[in-house]
Structures are given as C-alpha cells and as structure tokens.
C-alpha cells in the first residue's frame, strides 16, 4: 500500500513537472513571437502629423513615418472589393513591421497584404504579382503574409496626395535603452510626440528605468512613476494597428501561459502536500 503511495506521489510529480514545462515553453514561445511585431519603438505626434519633407538624415538610426487609414475601400484587378485598414508608410518598411516581409521605401508601388485581405481580393491566398487599387492608384502585390490576415500595408511616398502621418516607426537595437532611443530622436529631429510604450504593458523590465540614477532621489523615483503612469495610460487607449494588436495578441497568449504554469505548479504541491497528509494520518 505504502509503495502504491509512493508510485501514485512520483507520477503526479512527473506529470506537474511535464506540464510545468510545456506551459512555460509556450509561454516563451508566445511572448517571443509577440516581441518581434513589437521590437521596434513607435512614437505617436502630439498635436499636428509629422512633416515628411522635413525629415533628417539620423546617422544610424532607421526610421518610418507612417499612418493607418482607417476602412478604405480597396478593389483587385478582377474587380472584387472590401473595406480594410490600410497602413501607408513613408519609407522602410522594416520600421514598421519587422518580421520578415519587408517592402523597401523604393518601391513606391508595392504592398504588402495578409491571406484573408488576399482570398476577399483576388479568391486566393496566392495573389503575389496582383493588381490592387487605392485612392485612384495602383499598386502590385509582393507579398502574402499568413498575419496580419487583413494586413495592407503600402508604401506612399510616391503618392500624388500623401495621407497625414501621425506615427514614426524607429528600429531599436538589441540591448538599446528604450526611452534614450526616444529623448535622443525627439531632440535630433525636433519633433513633439510620445513614445508607445507597449512594452509597459507586460513583463516587468520596465522596473528597471523606474531606477534613478541615485537611489536616494526621491524626486527621481516620484518623476519616473509619473512617466510611467502616463506611458501606461497612453499604451492602454492608444489606437492600435493591425501590426500591433498582432503583437499584443501573442504576449497576451504568453502571459496565459504563464499563469497557468504557476497554477499547475501550486496544483501540484498542493496535491503532493494533500497526499502525505493522508499517508500520515
């Protein structure tokens, strides 16, 4: 009986752990995937849309203006049409959506669409080399993504009449501190925005800048809390494009995953506890 105890004990320990495992590794997998929608750091104009004209050479740092139409009526050379978000950018679009798909600002007449936008359009997932019309103009498919499924995005820097930049899309490198990489482009490039930080919104690295560089100023720590506070609150009501609720979706998936490994383990030990409770009595 005792051994039958035992055995019983080391299976659910096995088990838990197994589980324990596949939920973190999930977790991890979500959040990493989630992390290349949102690696790179937007800034959102405060007040009036940025002035592509003006814009300056920023020696190393890679960077795109770029807005999204919201519901525009968008029809396939077959004459199929639907309404969809449509995200226009003003150079490259690795800034804006860095996974893989990238449209150089050069090509002033690609885009880049998802699979669902590509069945609506054109009734297949294969519309690569397809014709697409916008605004009056035309622009050819070089690409179909698997998600965003309703993806459109396009490069309108060689539109007659350009839409109202409100967002700047800046490449961060790996192991850059966030909020530096915005003081520092603002300055350059004297501009008047805020800093999406959708990074605030999960995980707990942002701690870190809460930090002053003097552990004794009160000010410090009051001033970054309040940062943070407005950061959060922004992230939270900020309009989201089709690139970035993706991105959200898949760190949201990771925090599930997460919690429900903790939930396993405390399941777990609590059964392991229940157990020798019994064999005790």
Request: glycine share 8%.
């Amino acid at each position: 009986m005792l051994r039958a105890k035992k055995t019983v004990k080391a299976l659910i320990i096995v088990t838990v752990m197994t589980l324990t495992a596949l939920l973190f590794a999930a977790g991890r997998y979500m959040g990493n995937k989630g992390e290349r929608f949102l690696k790179n750091l937007t800034l959102q104009s405060a007040g009036q849309c940025f002035d592509v004209s003006a814009k300056k050479d920023d020696g190393n740092v890679s960077y795109s203006a770029w807005t999204q139409c919201r519901q525009e009526t968008l029809q396939s050379e077959f004459g199929r049409s639907c309404d969809a978000d449509v995200i226009a950018i003003y150079g490259d679009s690795g800034c804006v959506f860095p996974i893989g798909a990238n449209l150089p600002a050069e090509d002033t007449e690609g885009c880049i669409i998802g699979e669902k936008l590509a069945e609506d359009l054109f009734g297949s997932g294969h519309a690569a080399g397809g014709k697409l019309f916008w605004r009056e103009q035309e622009w050819t498919v070089r690409r179909v993504v698997e998600e965003p499924a309703e993806l459109c995005l396009l490069q309108a820097s060689g539109m007659k009449e350009q839409p109202e930049f409100e967002r700047i899309s800046i490449t961060v490198k790996e192991g850059d501190s966030r909020r530096k990489v915005f003081e520092e482009f603002t300055l350059n490039q004297g501009l008047s925005a805020h800093a999406l930080r959708w990074d605030y919104l999960y995980g707990a690295k942002w701690l870190l800048e809460m930090i002053p560089s003097d552990w004794s100023d009160f000010d410090g720590w009051k001033k970054n809390l309040q940062e943070w506070s407005k950061a959060v609150k922004l992230a939270k009501t900020a309009e989201r494009s089709a690139i970035e609720e993706a991105g959200l979706k898949y760190r949201r998936r990771g925090m599930f995953f997460y919690i429900l490994g903790v939930i396993c383990v405390i399941a777990g030990l609590v059964i392991v506890w229940c157990t020798d409770t019994k064999k005790n009595k």
